[in-house]
């Protein structure tokens, strides 16, 4: 196997490989000069990236942390009208004044 670095952004062994990322080639592919990609080089002793698994990916975003959500605020009054924008809707009376059945 011959450690080498990507030069720039490609695809080797199912895994999208990122500029600067170092993984292994077989010695076969590195010696045929046809197949051996082109965005790679050598990885020299003195690189700073570390050998990184075949399987991991280049490199991970750590994951958002989830918002708190404020409780809404109270409605004042009975909450129709402030959520309407506006007076209520003809179908809901406005305010019952007698609420006993009529006489006959």
Do not use: C, H
Request: no cysteine; proline share 14%.
């Amino acid at each position: 196997m011959v450690d080498v670095v990507a030069t720039e952004r490609g695809y080797f062994g199912s895994i999208r490989r990122e500029p600067g990322e170092r993984f292994s080639l077989p010695d076969a592919l590195w010696k045929d000069e046809k197949r051996r990609p082109k965005w790679v080089r050598l990885a020299r002793s003195g690189d700073k990236s570390t050998g990184k698994a075949e399987a991991e990916p280049a490199e991970k975003k750590p994951a958002a942390k989830p918002v708190r959500a404020s409780p809404p605020p109270e409605p004042v009054g009975n909450g129709v009208q402030e959520a309407l924008g506006g007076p209520a809707p003809d179908w809901v009376p406005p305010e019952i004044q007698n609420s006993s059945q009529p006489v006959d």
